[in-house]
């Protein structure tokens, strides 16, 4: 099973950037998005389709329609370079990744 | 404040055996299911194993099935992997990371990760 993501996403300062999440059981699933900055571990910024842990910027939101999941970052700052996963479960419940998304502000 | 700190990432020879640890604190370790995820140098998230909080029960993906066992300690609030067979297709980063609710293996904390390199 693929969760599948765009390699790259461009975005000025201050604009929005929207990174996209494919999967076929991703509407019968719940959906995670990750950030990782260069030589760190992983942060989670979404939960659960929409829902941002504490101290998560609220510029970070995500979406879910069908197969896709979105995450979009409003407004987004130079700090917010990094690579994104989205993670999710297959059919049987095991996790799976996607392939990540290198964001450059 | 949650911490998790692994331990064990060596290099090793293929075929070779390895056990990586990680140690909790800062939260109530026998209440949470447990994760561990990898990352090869220059690539993506790899989920390889969930374990649930009382260790009964484990999941492994396909990559590491046979290979690997996970298990864990409750009293002293303690991850382990039990890595065998290794290939060089299994060097990277390992981190441990606290699944954020039980039967769903998405992790909110992670360690700072162990390095493992597997080579001749």
């Known amino acids: 099973y693929e969760l599948t993501q765009p390699p790259s996403v461009s975005v000025s300062p201050g604009q929005t950037a929207r990174i996209t999440c494919s999967g076929d059981?991703?509407?019968?699933?719940?959906a995670f998005w990750y950030q990782q900055k260069s030589g760190r571990a992983p942060v989670l910024i979404i939960y659960e389709d929409n829902k941002r842990p504490s101290g998560i910027p609220e510029r970070f939101s995500g979406s879910s329609s069908g197969t896709t999941v979105t995450l979009t970052i409003s407004g987004a700052q130079v700090d917010d370079e990094a690579d994104y996963y989205c993670?999710?479960?297959?059919?049987?419940?095991?996790?799976?990744f996607g392939t990540g998304t290198q964001v450059t502000v | 404040e949650v911490q998790l700190v692994e331990s064990g990432g060596i290099l090793v020879q293929p075929g070779g055996s390895l056990r990586l640890s990680c140690v909790a604190s800062?939260?109530?370790?026998?209440?949470?299911?447990m994760n561990w995820v990898r990352q090869a140098p220059g690539k993506g998230l790899e989920w390889i194993s969930y374990i649930n909080s009382g260790g009964s029960a484990i999941d492994y993906a396909d990559s590491v099935k046979g290979r690997f066992a996970m298990s864990r300690d409750n009293a002293k609030d303690s991850l382990y992997l039990q890595m065998n067979n290794l290939r060089a297709d299994d060097t990277a980063v390992y981190y441990c990371a606290r699944v954020y609710k039980q039967g769903i293996p998405a992790a909110d904390f992670w360690g700072q990760g162990t390095p493992v390199t597997v080579s001749s």
């Open positions: 059981v991703l509407p019968q699933k719940l």
């Open positions: 800062g939260f109530t370790f026998s209440n949470y299911a």
């Open positions: 993670f999710s479960t297959d059919i049987s419940g095991l996790g799976v």
